[in-house]
């Protein structure tokens, strides 16, 4: 479980990260609303260093709120708030979630979730409360949609930043992105000194790749996102590089 002062000293370094995302994309221009999202993380996330994984899509729609107002997103008890949720991850093994339009979401018929529970059952029986998740993206469209390319470049130095203090903040053992080397190219390239990186392995699941990179000493493993595809043999490729790699 992790400390209350590091949960604190995150906050605290997310704020400004979020401030300046928020008012960039203001003064972009991108005056529809957005939805912010912010990491979330088990309440038995491992406090050890290099322990715990930590998951990345891309980016979510109709998350918690649409406000700009970055205190209000990071106020305990605010009703915009994003930051450190009670339920943050247990919400992902409910069966039905109702939501405030009188319609509901099945967190079972994801296939992203899915797959974070085939890895992540490998390793811990309360998988949720054990792993964290993320997305690449802060700020997407609130009705639906990746955000537009103008709206990524827009974000993508602060969410570069925000991304290299999650990592900070958790310390995991692997770091998986399900979401293709093309959006993750744009994360790991400045992580790298800005050179891309090599990777040191790669495991086929059916007709794709997972591909694994050490950056910082870090093992951070690229997939493809899950939709559509053979979640078991995903899973499986996920597992093995893992098994491979995060003591090398």
Sequence with gaps: MLELAKIIQFKECLLPL???MIQVVLDAGFNYDTAKFCMQWGKNFPASENEGILFYGRANNGWITSSNDVNELFTEGSEDCIFALGNQMSW???DYIENDNGGGYRPSR???IR?????ASEYYD???SHV?????YKIAPWKGGNPSDSLCYTELDDCVKIMQAEISFLSPCSVVMLTGWNWAKDFLIPMNGGQEPEYIDKEAWGDYWAWAYRIGGRLIIVSEHPQ?????AHA???VNLIERNSNN
Excluded: C, Q
Aim: hydrophobic residues 45%.
């Design 92 to 94: 992902m093994e409910d």
């Design 132 to 136: 964290a998740w993320s997305n690449l």
């Design 18 to 20: 979020y401030a300046h």
């Design 236 to 238: 499986e490729a996920i």
């Design 115 to 119: 797959t974070m529970r085939n890895v």
């Design 110 to 112: 994801s296939a992203f």
């Design 228 to 232: 559509g595809k053979p979640e078991a």
């Design 126 to 128: 309360e998988w949720s």
